[in-house]
């Protein structure tokens, strides 16, 4: 395995592509002495959860989301696939499903369906002979990455003749929704069309079963009960989120979490990701979840209403 630095310069690289900050590698460093990791699994099996590692990948090309550089992608396969035990995301779930053991067992899976995973990524899953999955949101097939609120890369998504030359056997297609928004709070209805519409026209162009969900965004706030409801009763046997963490359990198939790699992460960062010592993400996460909702609760509370429609009261006198 050759691993040279990430060949784009950092300017042009975005937060997300810039690996761990400083805070949180020393958070890191801290915790590892500490053996977070180990006690953190031990309250993980008491809860019956276990590992279940996902990584997750965006693009291939400077300025998309979470972009790496096709040789860094080259040498993260080539280490997954000698430390792991690479399986497709159908299997991990049915082995989550019937408690199998899954130590070893890490699937891939790539967001938005953009071109540049067949001309970066297909390529090496091919050559390597590792399995992923490739959520697509069918909305914008054919077009472009046009959900982003703030400035980014506009990527080209792939076609539906580029979808249907995928080898089935090494790349599952899942749904990304239909028009990559979040789907907490959607009226049912809307659910149901993001849901069913998308999984019934990836069958259609793919003439295969769609059992894989991807939440457009996929942080807590992006789905909610309403929105995993939906996509059982339409099928779909497993979801992934943007959640990180390391450890899942059957009844998280629907919410399963997910980690990632950034393109200037070395080797030891990826290993540490990998064995769970940047699993206190997933607790900072939910701090800043909970915060975020009793925030909004308390904006919206009548007496804040009320406070509001004063002031704008006095404010007209």
Not at 1 to 23: F, H, I, N, Y
Not at 35 to 56: C, D, E, H, K, P
Not at 220 to 249: E, N
Not at 253 to 260: A, E, F, N, T
Request: glycine share 6%; proline share 7%.
């Amino acid at each position: 395995m050759s691993v040279a630095p990430s060949p784009w310069p950092k300017r042009l690289l975005a937060p997300d592509e810039t690996g761990p900050s400083q805070l949180e590698t020393a958070v890191t460093a801290m915790l590892r002495r500490a053996q977070f990791a180990r006690w953190y699994g031990a309250v993980n099996r008491l809860r019956g959860r276990q590992r279940a590692v996902i990584v997750m990948y965006h693009s291939f090309t400077p300025g998309g989301w979470g972009a790496i550089p096709p040789s860094t992608l080259r040498w993260h396969l080539e280490l997954l696939r000698e430390l792991c035990d690479v399986v497709p995301l159908t299997r991990l779930a049915v082995a989550l499903a019937n408690r199998e053991p899954t130590d070893r067992m890490v699937s891939l899976t790539v967001d938005d369906g953009y071109e540049d995973f067949f001309t970066v990524a297909y390529p090496i899953l091919s050559e390597l002979r590792l399995p992923a999955t490739l959520f697509v949101p069918t909305g914008f097939i054919g077009g472009q990455s046009e959900w982003y609120r703030r400035p980014r890369a506009l990527l080209r998504i792939a076609s539906a003749s580029l979808l249907r030359e995928l080898d089935p056997g090494l790349v599952s297609v899942g749904s990304h929704s239909v028009h990559h928004r979040p789907l907490a709070r959607l009226p049912v209805a809307a659910l149901e069309h993001e849901a069913r519409r998308s999984k019934s026209d990836l069958e259609s162009l793919l003439g295969v079963p769609v059992t894989l969900f991807a939440y457009p965004f996929g942080g807590r706030g992006a789905y909610d009960d309403a929105a995993t409801a939906v996509l059982r009763a339409a099928g779909f046997q497993a979801a992934v989120t943007t959640r990180w963490d390391t450890y899942s359990a059957a009844r998280e198939l629907l919410r399963l979490p997910r980690v990632w790699f950034a393109a200037t992460d070395d080797p030891g960062d990826v290993q540490a990701k990998l064995a769970g010592d940047f699993d206190w993400l997933n607790e900072r996460e939910l701090v800043a979840h909970l915060l975020r909702s009793t925030f909004t609760h308390v904006r919206n509370s009548a007496p804040v209403r009320a406070i509001k429609r004063t002031r704008s009261s006095l404010a007209r006198r």
